[in-house]
Structures are given as structure tokens and as C-alpha cells.
């Protein structure tokens, strides 16, 4: 039998795996705080010169081009690289795709020049990357028409990854099987870097199973859980944001059972 959301926390807590980030720096402290939070050991490493060595004292690597420049994702192809010599899992939040050629040339070329594992973004941020005429507005998604799953299926294929689409319902596959993930909360969308978060929650559980859409779908339901006992106690954007992170710390095995909402994953 699989493991379920819980098992794949309490292996987190248990390993403490370092998980390895070139993320954005609008959210760098909150991504490297949920790390911490549910267990793992950030680590936030940006130069070109010591990249390829971080690397490889890692068991995940996330990469997140929300604040992209030429430089930085030269220094996220060297990490990617090694990452892939090493054989750990590679992380690709495609933030902002579809708003600027820029941002799409550079997913391109980081899909193309390294093996990305896992490709996460919203509902126009995927389109873009599968190369659906779409814009995304600022980091912000916009309607996508069409099936999404099957959207999601038909790149996970062509790019031989597991593709993850966050939103209300958030559907995550590798192209033979496939999850949708309706935990989660709206005041999500009223703070900034909950997407960045994801990616890096995504990149942690990753680092403990090695089948990386169930790692995907466990570690989005337990950060969904954690989002839904968080707003049921906030007042508004900051009080959620602290309580996301204390219920994250806290999340327990019945809590994560008794409030999953997963299509897909055994004994759901």
C-alpha cells in the first residue's frame, strides 16, 4: 500500500532532508520558514561559484523564477546540472510564465538544458509552458479554457515530469496517474509567496519518496489541511500567515486524516 500525506511528514521530521533553493527573492524568508517549519533544512544558495557544490550536500533542489535574471538562471542550469548528476529530484516553479517573452525563453531553456522533475505553476503559467497562446497577469493566473487535467497529462508526457497545476482544486500528474487536491483556502490568494511556499513544500516531500506525484499531491494536502485550520482562526492576510506556519508545525496524523480531500490517492 502507498504511503499516505502523514507518512511522508513524519519521514520529513524524521531525515530532515536539505533541500536546496534558487527561488524568488520576494518570498525567499517564507519559502526557507516552511522548510524549516515542517521538519527539513533550508538552505538558500544563489552564486554561481558555489552552486554546483551546495548541491550536493542536497536531497531536493527548487528552483522559482519569480525575480529571474540572466545571471540567476545561469546559476540554476549549473545547479540543475548537478543535481541531475547527483540523481535528486528538480523542482521548476514556472512563476510569471506567460508574462514576458523573457520569462517563457528562460522556462524553455531550463526545461531543455536540464532534467526538471517536477514543473509547478498556476492554471496560465502551465498553459504558457506547454505552449498555449495565454498571458499570465504579473505572477497572477488568468483563465485557461479547456481541460485542465488533460493539459496537465499532455505535458507531463512530452516533458517526461510530473506536472503540477495550483488553484482551487489543484491537479498534479506524471501522465499515467493522476491526483486532484481540493484542501486548501481562499485567503491563499490574499498573501503573497502562498505559490512560492508550495513549490518548496512540493521540493520537501519530494526529497522523501521517490514517486514524485504522490510526493506532489501528499505534500499539497498537507499544506491544505494546514491553510484550512489556519483561516478557521484568522482575522484577516497577517494573522493567517502566522497561523499557517503554526499549523503546519502542528499538524498531526488524525487532523491530516479526518480533513484530506483527494481523488486518486489510495484510502482517501
Known amino acids: 500500500m502507498r504511503p499516505g500525506a502523514f507518512d ?4 520529513i521530521r524524521q531525515q530532515k532532508p536539505v533541500i536546496h533553493h534558487l527561488t524568488n527573492w520576494v518570498t525567499i524568508y517564507d519559502c526557507a520558514q516552511v522548510v524549516k517549519t515542517i521538519g527539513a533544512s533550508p538552505v538558500m544558495a544563489h552564486a554561481l561559484e558555489e552552486v554546483a557544490d551546495m548541491v550536493q550536500i542536497a536531497s531536493a533542489l527548487v528552483l522559482n523564477i519569480g525575480t529571474l535574471t540572466i545571471d540567476f538562471v545561469e546559476a540554476m542550469k549549473i545547479a540543475a546540472q548537478g ?5 535528486i529530484p528538480v523542482i521548476l516553479d514556472v512563476c510569471g510564465a506567460g508574462a514576458t ?6 522556462c524553455l531553456e531550463l526545461l531543455s538544458e536540464a532534467r526538471i522533475d517536477i514543473i ?3 492554471t496560465s ?4 509552458v506547454s505552449g498555449e497562446s495565454v498571458r499570465t497577469k504579473g505572477v497572477d493566473a488568468t483563465e485557461v479554457q479547456g481541460d485542465l487535467a488533460a493539459l496537465a497529462e499532455k505535458l507531463a508526457k512530452q516533458r517526461q515530469a510530473t506536472v503540477v497545476i495550483t488553484g482551487k482544486e489543484d491537479i498534479v500528474t506524471d501522465g499515467k496517474k493522476t491526483f486532484v487536491v481540493a484542501n486548501g483556502h481562499g485567503m491563499m490568494t490574499s498573501v503573497v509567496g502562498t505559490g512560492c511556499m508550495a513549490a ?6 519530494a526529497a522523501v519518496e521517490r514517486d514524485l506525484s504522490l510526493a506532489a499531491a501528499c505534500a499539497l494536502v498537507c499544506y491544505g489541511v494546514a491553510a484550512e485550520a489556519a483561516a478557521s482562526k484568522s482575522s484577516g492576510p497577517a494573522s493567517f500567515k502566522q497561523n499557517l506556519f503554526d499549523c503546519l508545525y502542528h499538524l498531526d496524523r488524525a487532523t491530516v486524516d479526518r480533513m484530506q480531500r483527494i481523488a486518486g490517492l489510495a484510502g482517501s
Open 8 to 11: 511522508l511528514l513524519e519521514r
Open 83 to 87: 543535481a541531475n548528476k547527483k540523481g
Open 101 to 106: 517573452g523573457l520569462r517563457d525563453r528562460k
Open 120 to 122: 509547478k505553476g498556476n
Open 125 to 128: 503559467e502551465v498553459a504558457r
Open 200 to 205: 518548496s513544500i512540493i521540493g520537501t516531500f
